[in-house]
């Protein structure tokens, strides 16, 4: 997601926004009221990213978090008293008050909430889950965080990983990336590979990759691995991924193996910048040796680039 307020722009990566805008709305289809409370900005210590969300129905069911549990009660409480009022509030934490050191923020840090009652639920689930999922979609607060200012929210498309070659170490991936709420499309032509008990509940598509990608589509919010260890198989992904917006790119191989892959691709006319896009070998060099180890070099490695990314969007 990216978020805006009077006094900066703030890029934030959420991989659970659907969940969250998915239960707002079978919760509305059963009749109950809520409140959306979502972190509107931070500094130091604060446990959760600034666009994290948390949902108060008027029972008190809760899900989502917008701290690890040391400002969620404050929060609680002060949701009651929106659905009474019907107004937002915003709440701010910081460690120099004495709430701050009631709610959990003694170590340093500052937490600014706003708490408001959902109003267009059917409209605003329906701009946001319906559609083209590769597009970014905007909602704005009800409420002023500030004399004239609303919080804006773009929400980006869910994080979504294109894994090339059901190789060994696409197992763990596969697995790992599930983990962390990624969703996970596995391409090998190879149809022999193609096996539910290799690859249970995985998407998984035996075209040719490029082929495949076009289908799939790639936004800012794609992650591409290739680790057929086959040119034929891996470099038409990689060609399609250099010229994509796709935030991760990486490649299985040894460094030799990579230096033949980049006088290949340099010889098809992409440009060095292109070609420095690809991670390779792919995933940071913890010393992993076994599939899985590498496979959650991967993962890190590209949690490592996704985060960079959001950091450099605070301006």
């Not at 840090?109 to 409209?123: A, C, M, N, R, S």
């Not at 180890?293 to 450099?312: D, H, Q, W, Y």
């Amino acid at each position: 997601m990216i978020f805006r307020n009077e006094f900066d722009t703030v890029r934030a990566m959420s991989t659970d926004w659907r969940h969250i805008w998915q239960t707002i709305r079978d919760w509305d289809a059963e009749g109950r009221k809520m409140v959306l409370a979502t972190v509107v900005k931070t500094w130091g210590s604060s446990p959760r990213p600034v666009g994290s969300h948390l949902i108060i129905d008027a029972d008190g069911h809760m899900e989502g978090s917008v701290s690890g549990g040391c400002v969620d009660g404050v929060v609680v409480t002060t949701a009651h008293d929106c659905l009474k009022s019907g107004k937002g509030e915003l709440l701010k934490f910081e460690v120099a008050t004495d709430q701050a050191w009631e709610v959990g923020l003694s170590c340093g840090g500052e937490v600014h909430i706003l708490v408001e009652p959902i109003t267009g639920i059917k409209e605003k689930a329906a701009t946001l889950l319906d559609g083209d999922p590769n597009i970014t979609r905007e909602l704005k607060s009800d409420t002023e965080i500030a004399p004239g200012k609303y919080f804006i929210h773009e929400y980006k498309p869910a994080l979504k990983m294109i894994v090339v070659g059901a190789v060994h170490i696409s197992q763990g991936l596969v697995s790992m990336a599930k983990t962390l709420g990624i969703d996970v499309t596995l391409i090998d032509p190879r149809t022999a590979y193609a096996s539910d008990e290799r690859f249970p509940g995985t998407t998984f598509l035996t075209d040719w990759p490029d082929e495949a990608i076009e289908k799939i589509g790639i936004n800012s919010s794609t992650a591409i691995v290739t680790l057929s260890h086959d040119p034929k198989i891996d470099d038409p992904a990689l060609e399609l991924a250099m010229r994509s917006d796709a935030f991760y790119i990486a490649a299985l191989g040894s460094r030799k193996t990579q230096q033949q892959r980049r006088i290949r691709l340099r010889d098809k006319g992409f440009s060095k910048a292109e070609i420095g896009r690809i991670h390779g070998p792919a995933g940071l060099d913890i010393g992993s040796l076994e599939p899985a180890e590498i496979a959650l070099s991967i993962l890190a490695e590209l949690v490592s680039v996704r985060r960079a990314e959001n950091i450099k969007g605070i301006a």
